[in-house]
């Protein structure tokens, strides 16, 4: 009877993943992955809030992990995060109102509230309008907590426009990964 079994030469997690065999798209993906957000970051200097940079990031990761999904479409990338700057400014207006025209006093509770808000509704209105991208929702977040600013506005959606350019001209050489 056996007591232990002999470690592997490879760990059994990778035995059973889905990338045993196609280790080069994966390890290509996601070196342009990285450099789509670089270049982004790079185009867009001065951004550096880190939940507005966020919502990109889960974007790229979207776009070059299931490229050809529904998700990474430009107009549910584009069409999601429009959406959701829309509704995280209107939430926003409704901070603005309830704080008594002063959003930077609201209370933390305040912003939660505000906050979930945003991301259900932007979540409803992501589903009515057929453009669903699920790391949009973080951008009304976003616009809640770090406050109105027509940079952050801005750069989200300049740099889905770009995220959507960089996938329509890599779309023949990318595979979807899961």
Known sequence: M??????????????????????????TQATLA?????AILFIEQGVSNGIIVVTIASSTATVF??????????????GGHVVSVLVGLALWGGLYFVTGGNAN????????IF?????????LVMATTNTEHPPAAGTAFGIIVAGLSFTFIAFILSAVVILSIVRYLLRDRLQNLL
């Open 2 to 27: 056996r007591l232990h079994t002999p470690i592997p030469h490879t760990p059994a997690a990778f035995e059973r993943s889905h990338i045993r065999g196609r280790v080069r798209p994966h390890v």
């Open 34 to 38: 990285s450099l789509a957000l670089l």
């Open 65 to 78: 992990v299931v490229p050809h999904s529904i998700a990474s479409s430009p107009q549910r990338v584009i």
């Open 105 to 112: 006093t609201a209370s933390n509770m305040q912003i939660d």
């Open 115 to 123: 906050g979930a808000a945003a991301v259900g509704l932007s979540v």
